[in-house]
């Protein structure tokens, strides 16, 4: 057994130990809390900037919805605009596809959702542009239909009101047809002072002949009258030379071919194409190669633009 004073500085020395001992597990577990901690913050942090980025995305990808839909709320307001909508939603549906894209890919970085959303925008304003169009151009038709819905469950005598209506808008339909078809007769062009001639070529000077056996060409020479209602510009005049025999002279090598009047294929003789001034009117002139077979006798020479008969004119070859 130690004497007294040994023991006392034994028992010091151990006490002294085991606190250097406590005091290095307290530093230890400080510091594995400290670490705990700040790890929970970090974890917390990515957590909350994953939940509201994919918030993000979910409130991007409810903008994009109701983008989308902006141009279907038009469809079926307006049956003669319908075929436009349906262009633009092909065009909306690939924009769209390429926004989904970028938005169904994984974490999204703050600018990958800011393009995204700069994308919308930019979709919304095309929509609002192109809406802008249809809603201009259907506003009385979208009147129309409000009216109507408005009638749908009212009494029989309403009822029989909005049959009435639906008369008067076919009566005008057909009203309209009529004007149409109006202006279009009201525009045929019509040839005047039609003079129809044998030529015999010298050189390059022309000399008016008779007999068949003397002419080169048949010229056809006339005036297209004024018409103010007609467009103004390059004109396409057909001749058809009907010969004694009630044929068309026809040659294709020398320009004849084939055109269309009142939904049927008709031969022609020659064509010219014409400059026409629908104010003071236009002098024309077309010509036709004399060709082998060809008789003596009358021949008519008929005029046709747009689907009309201009005029005629004839001559008598010996």
């Known amino acids: ?54 918030k993000e995305k979910e409130n991007l990808d409810k903008m994009l919805d109701e983008t989308e839909n902006m141009l279907l709320d038009y469809k079926g307001k307006n049956s003669q605009l319908d075929s436009i909508i349906d262009v633009k939603n092909d065009e909306i549906a690939f924009k769209v596809s390429q926004i989904r894209k970028m938005l169904s890919e994984g974490n999204l970085t703050k600018s990958q959702l800011e393009t995204a959303r700069q994308e919308i925008a930019k979709l919304k304003v ?84 008779s007999k068949l056996s003397k002419i080169d060409k048949i010229k056809v020479v006339f005036t297209i009258s004024k018409n103010e209602i007609a467009d103004a510009g390059q004109k396409v005049i057909y001749l058809r030379l009907i010969g004694p025999n009630g044929s068309t002279v026809a040659n294709q090598s020398a320009g004849s071919g084939i055109f269309e009047i009142d939904g049927e294929s008709m031969q022609y003789t020659s064509k010219a194409t014409v400059l026409f001034n629908n104010m003071i009117g236009s002098p024309a002139t077309i010509y036709f190669e004399k060709i082998p077979g060809m008789s003596s006798g009358v021949y008519r020479a008929i005029l046709y633009c747009d689907g009309f008969v201009m005029g005629e004119g004839s001559l008598k070859l010996k």
Request: proline fraction near 1%.
């Open 1 to 54: 057994m130690l004497p007294p004073e040994e023991q006392i500085a034994k028992d010091k020395k151990t006490k002294t130990y085991l606190i250097v001992i406590i005091v290095i597990l307290f530093l230890i577990n400080f510091g594995l809390l400290y670490n705990l901690i700040s790890k929970d913050k970090i974890l917390v942090t990515t957590e909350t900037k994953l939940d509201n980025t994919q």
């Open 126 to 209: 095309k929509i609002m542009r192109d809406t802008y169009v249809i809603d201009s151009l259907s506003r009385e038709n979208i009147t129309l239909k409000v009216e109507n819905t408005s009638l749908a469950g009212e009494n029989e005598t309403v009822k029989k009101e909005v049959e009435n209506q639906k008369s008067i808008n076919t009566s005008l339909t057909e009203q309209n047809q009529k004007l149409s078809e109006k202006v279009k007769i009201a525009s045929k062009l019509t040839a005047t002072n039609i003079k129809v001639e044998g030529i015999m070529m010298k050189g390059n000077r022309e000399k008016e002949k």
